[in-house]
């Protein structure tokens, strides 16, 4: 199954595309944008504001930070060793969490360089990285719109 986004600023072309795109291929018309892979489009009366608020907000209850509280910095302070630190028996989570917040950043570009850097040790990452991780999680819960 593949989504596609119709817009313009002609309504007889928009439904004239959508007839014939239903002859060839027999598609789902859901009407307005709400919601497009993970992010929430409102309408604004200058325009469209594109959100991951749902997505991140899913995330940090995925992980158990819901219960934590927020933080004022993507990134704590990391030891100088936390590269010989014990390192993670299941790396899958750390993966994973720092893919998903690899998406967020198409909305919050503010953590871009921190799951940058984070990305460097997804081969062997270790406690600490996986604390850091979570801590990024926690400051987008000050935020997550």
Known sequence: MDDIIVTGDDAAVITSLKAFLDDKFKIK?????????????????????MT??????????EFGCDSLAAVSCPLPPLSKDSHTAD??????????????????????????????YLSQFLQAPTKDHMTAALHTLRYVKENPS
């Open 52 to 61: 991951q608020r749902k997505f991140a907000t899913n995330l940090i209850k």
């Open 87 to 116: 390192l993670l028996s299941d790396v899958t989570s750390y993966r994973n969490l720092v893919g998903k917040l690899n998406y967020l950043t198409n909305s919050q570009p503010n953590i871009a360089f921190v799951v940058q």
């Open 29 to 49: 018309d859901l009407g307005e944008l709400n919601f497009f892979l993970g992010m929430e489009i409102l309408k604004v009366s200058d325009g469209l504001i």
